[in-house]
């Protein structure tokens, strides 16, 4: 049996108005956004239990371009949970060196207006063992009325270890989130 859950700030880097008339998925020119989750994957198999923090720093280069380091399941993949050995691992069974995973991620604004859509591409590293892999893809929302569609198809190419006993491959990442702005500070989703 496995339960996995993340605790924290949701960091999908969109504007202050997501789903209002001009949606925008990058930050502004020189704005800085910071996010910590705690990451928990109590397991009852081999991995063991592990508590780990999640943290995300993104910055703004320009109006159309961020740069990001993040750790959290959520910025990396697209998926609000998910299977993760933890970035900062600080508690559990499964928790190896204090720090493990990571990327360098690139997101650059193509179009901005009622919908927003935004090319991604970025480094993903695993420190032990020594991964690295490459990762594009796009990012969408679509607004309607306070509804917005959320929409993130990635994939992964691994660049070494690909031989290796949990060989490190190719996958593709398809999360979609359905989010509904309730006041002008709280969004909701699903």
Same mark, same amino acid.
């Given at each position: 049996?496995?339960?996995?859950?993340?605790? /924290?700030?949701?960091?999908?880097?969109?504007?202050?108005?997501?789903?209002?008339?001009?949606?925008?998925?990058?930050?502004?020119?020189?704005?800085?956004?910071?996010? +910590?989750?705690?990451?928990?994957?109590?397991?009852?198999?081999?991995?063991?239990?592990?508590?780990?923090? @999640?943290?995300?720093?993104?910055?703004?280069?320009?109006?159309?371009?961020?740069? &990001?380091?993040?750790? !959290?399941?959520?910025?990396?993949?697209?998926?609000? !949970?998910?299977?993760?050995? %933890?970035?900062?691992?600080? @508690?559990?069974?499964?928790? %190896?060196?204090? $720090?493990?995973?990571? @990327?360098?991620?690139?997101? $650059? %604004?193509?179009?901005?207006?009622?919908?927003?859509?935004?090319?991604? /591409? %970025?480094?993903?590293?695993?420190?032990?063992?020594?991964?690295?892999?490459?990762?594009?893809?796009?990012? &969408?929302? $679509?607004?309607?009325?306070?509804?917005?569609?959320?929409?993130?198809?990635?994939? $992964?190419? /691994?660049?070494?270890?690909?031989?290796?006993?949990?060989?490190?491959?190719?996958?593709?990442?398809?999360?979609? !989130? +359905?989010?509904?702005?309730?006041?002008?500070?709280?969004?909701?989703? +699903?």
């Amino acid at each position: 049996m496995r339960l996995h859950f993340v605790i /924290g700030v949701l960091a999908l880097c969109f504007s202050q108005q997501a789903v209002a008339d001009d949606a925008s998925l990058t930050l502004p020119e020189r704005k800085l956004f910071v996010s +910590v989750a705690a990451q928990s994957d109590l397991t009852s198999g081999a991995m063991g239990d592990m508590i780990s923090l @999640a943290p995300d720093l993104a910055f703004g280069v320009t109006n159309d371009l961020t740069v &990001a380091l993040v750790h !959290s399941v959520a910025t990396a993949t697209g998926f609000w !949970s998910g299977h993760s050995n %933890g970035s900062l691992c600080i @508690a559990g069974d499964a928790c %190896g060196d204090l $720090y493990s995973n990571g @990327a360098v991620l690139a997101k $650059y %604004g193509v179009v901005r207006g009622r919908a927003a859509v935004a090319a991604l /591409g %970025g480094v993903i590293y695993n420190i032990d063992p020594a991964r690295l892999g490459l990762g594009a893809g796009v990012e &969408a929302l $679509y607004p309607i009325g306070k509804v917005g569609l959320h929409f993130k198809p990635t994939i $992964y190419i /691994g660049v070494n270890e690909r031989d290796a006993m949990v060989p490190n491959r190719e996958f593709v990442n398809l999360p979609v !989130s +359905v989010l509904h702005a309730t006041t002008s500070s709280l969004q909701l989703g +699903v």
